[in-house]
């Protein structure tokens, strides 16, 4: 850990829930919907009916070839309750990292327990339906910055639940949090689950109109950043935007629990949080359909298939590769996996396999490829044509549409939910 500690401390938060705040920004993307998918039985209709997304990805037409099952996603967050009716028999043994009071499955404002049904709740009892219901969630407890000064926890819990990831069952990592400052022996404890096959995702963050600043662990080089994209595809204005952003997925006007008395669904939640969740469940999906692929083929087949109006292999500082589409892979077969011990978020050979860093491309080329990316995403006005699966993405002109409404979630924590 840093000297500065005490100040990281404060600064790390749920990158969560921001009710219906801010707006959306600038790349004016759209998720072409347009499929009929199954309607939601009468008890489940209430909130499922408001999971807009699952038609927009085509789930039900996914679920049939895979519902994610035989993978396992570590969950870091603020608990999970294995108790709602979504995930009862979905959660498994996980860590509680704080060292206080509680385990991994007291959940102790709602925050996490909305992550894991969003990632592989069942939707029994009328809950959220997971994207990956298939899946199985390793709950790892952590300490927001709200709750670090009421009950001061283990200074190196995030720390601790990377590392326990890692070393757990599960195949990818979801962490809906965000940290300000750059640490060691996190940073460490991310080359080890790398080391160790995972796959890493994190929120980049809900701070682009506050400074915009880089999001710990996202922006690690080894980390899947997630930005915010709403049901038209747009991309949020709260949703930081930079280097850290590797891809994009929905986050925006998303139901999920109020509080930790897990009694009501709020709706309109905003953040990068529920976008992380939606892309590791992507990711379970794809790696489901092929359990034979490492973690760089699976998420070389995301990046490959993302919906995009600029050259594949560069980066928009909005989009990253642009908007995820497990559907691509699962009812079209596309998307090249590559090989199998490159990662293509670094371009180098991950640990463990022989040879040295193969880079794909300059530092200096790749830079301008990413400025094109950005240029198209800011002002392209073509429509991605390979579509049939009827989730294409559309582009067009710069967009700023104000989003109104009600209370937020997690709203002053520096410690980030996303």
Known sequence: MTAGMSQTRKRRTPLGWRGRLLGTMAVAAAWSVGFAGAVPSAMAADVQSKQWYLS??????????????????????????SSTPSLEGQVLKGLDATGVEGDETDDYNGHGTTMAELIAGTGRGGGLKGLAP???????????????????PNASDTTDAIRAAADSDAKIISM??????????????????????????????????????????????????VSSADRKGKVAEYSQNGSTVDIAAPGS????????????????????????????????????????????????????????????GTLSKYLGHGLIRPSMNILKGKGAPGAADISPLTKEKTSGS???????????????????????????SSTEKDDDSQLGLILGGVAVVLVLGGGAFALARKRRTA
Not at 62 to 80: F, H, L, S
């Open 56 to 81: 927009a990805m085509q789930a039900e037409e996914m679920w049939k070839t895979t519902t994610g099952e035989g993978i396992k996603v570590a969950v870091i967050d603020t608990g999970v309750n």
């Open 134 to 152: 298939g899946a199985k969630i390793i709950p790892m407890r952590v300490a927001d910055a709200e709750w670090q000064t009421k009950k001061p």
């Open 176 to 225: 809906s949090f965000g940290n300000d400052f750059a640490l060691d022996r996190e940073e460490e404890a991310v080359k080890y689950a790398q080391s160790k096959g995972k796959l890493f995702f994190a929120a980049v963050g809900n701070e682009a109109k506050k400074g915009n600043p880089e999001s710990y662990p996202a922006a690690y080089p080894e980390v899947v950043g």
């Open 253 to 312: 006007d998303i139901p999920y629990w109020c509080d930790e008395t897990f009694q009501n669904y709020c709706d309109g939640g905003d953040g990068t949080s529920a976008a992380t969740a939606i892309a590791s469940a992507s990711a379970a999906l794809v790696w489901s359909a092929h359990p034979e692929w490492t973690a760089n083929q699976v998420l070389n087949v995301l990046f490959d298939t993302a919906g995009r109006d600029w050259e594949k």
């Open 354 to 380: 022989a040879g040295s860093a193969v880079p794909s491309a300059s530092a200096s080329s790749q830079l301008e490829k990413n400025e094109k990316a950005d240029d198209a995403a800011l002002a392209g």
